[in-house]
């Protein structure tokens, strides 16, 4: 006997025993036997479309790693354990992907999970409810990865405009943060050393020249001014 077979013996379609080691063995005659593989398998799961937490139409796919465990179960609780696992795997998917939002634009929730930037918690998530549903089955889970996630094709185009909108906002926050920091600290080097004396509306036109020059997209163009700020 293959060393990664295993054989489920039953007597008049009761449950004998399994045999999983080599050699040589006297059964009864009447004892009817029945192969289950032992070694790991791979199902590379197709895409599947799926509405995640908030709605948004995703396609999904996963790729999961598994073996038979525990062969009575196999055998006796399922009627087909290869299917059994096709069919729960491709369940846990898609109550995975509607679990979860694609990605996260709330900033009442920051720390939501995604399932495009929480990739090792989505992937023990998966797993673990995989674990749950296979249990049954006498099957253990080895691996359970995500392997395929995308927007829809139909709002594809629309969401990758407002992941880069986003992004842009966010630079140009931080842009914002930094330059009146280095406005804050510049006023204040000037006062500490004593370098300028400038008053009210000076300072406001200094800052306003500041906040232009650091916030800009493109390069500053110097002015030579031959007046004062009040001609």
């Known amino acids: 006997m293959n060393p990664n077979e295993s054989r489920v013996i039953t007597l008049f379609g009761s449950y004998v025993g399994t045999v999983k080691t080599n050699g040589f063995w006297w059964a009864n005659p009447f004892f009817t036997k029945k192969?289950?593989?032992?070694?790991?398998?791979?199902?590379?799961?197709?895409?599947?479309?799926?509405?995640?937490?908030v709605g948004n139409p995703i396609e999904i796919a996963a790729v999961i790693v598994w073996q038979?465990?525990?062969?009575?179960?196999?055998?006796?609780?399922?009627?087909?354990?290869?299917?059994?696992?096709?069919?729960?795997?491709?369940?846990?998917?898609?109550?995975?992907?509607?679990?979860?939002?694609?990605?996260?634009?709330?900033?009442?929730?920051?720390?939501?999970?995604?399932?495009?930037?929480?990739?090792?918690?989505?992937?023990?998530?998966?797993?673990?409810?995989?674990?749950?549903?296979?249990?049954?089955?006498?099957?253990?889970?080895?691996?359970?990865?995500i392997s395929h996630l995308a927007y829809a094709p139909e709002i594809a185009s629309a969401m990758l405009q407002r992941q880069q909108a986003t992004a842009v906002v966010a630079a140009r926050r931080q842009i914002v943060d930094g330059a009146v920091g280095m406005v804050e600290m510049a006023l204040e080097k000037l006062s500490e050393k004593n370098l300028v004396q400038l008053d009210e509306e000076r300072k406001a036109a200094m800052v306003s020249n500041l906040l232009v020059v650091l916030c800009s997209d493109k390069s500053a163009s110097p002015v030579v001014n031959t007046g004062t700020l009040y001609n």
């Open 35 to 53: 192969e289950i593989s032992l070694r790991a398998r791979n199902l590379n799961g197709e895409k599947i479309k799926v509405n995640d937490k």
């Open 68 to 145: 038979v465990e525990e062969t009575a179960r196999a055998a006796f609780e399922v009627d087909d354990y290869v299917n059994f696992v096709s069919v729960q795997s491709e369940a846990a998917v898609r109550n995975l992907a509607s679990s979860c939002p694609y990605d996260n634009f709330s900033e009442t929730e920051p720390n939501e999970i995604t399932l495009r930037g929480g990739a090792e918690k989505v992937n023990k998530l998966l797993e673990d409810e995989l674990s749950a549903r296979l249990e049954r089955a006498g099957v253990k889970v080895i691996e359970a990865r």
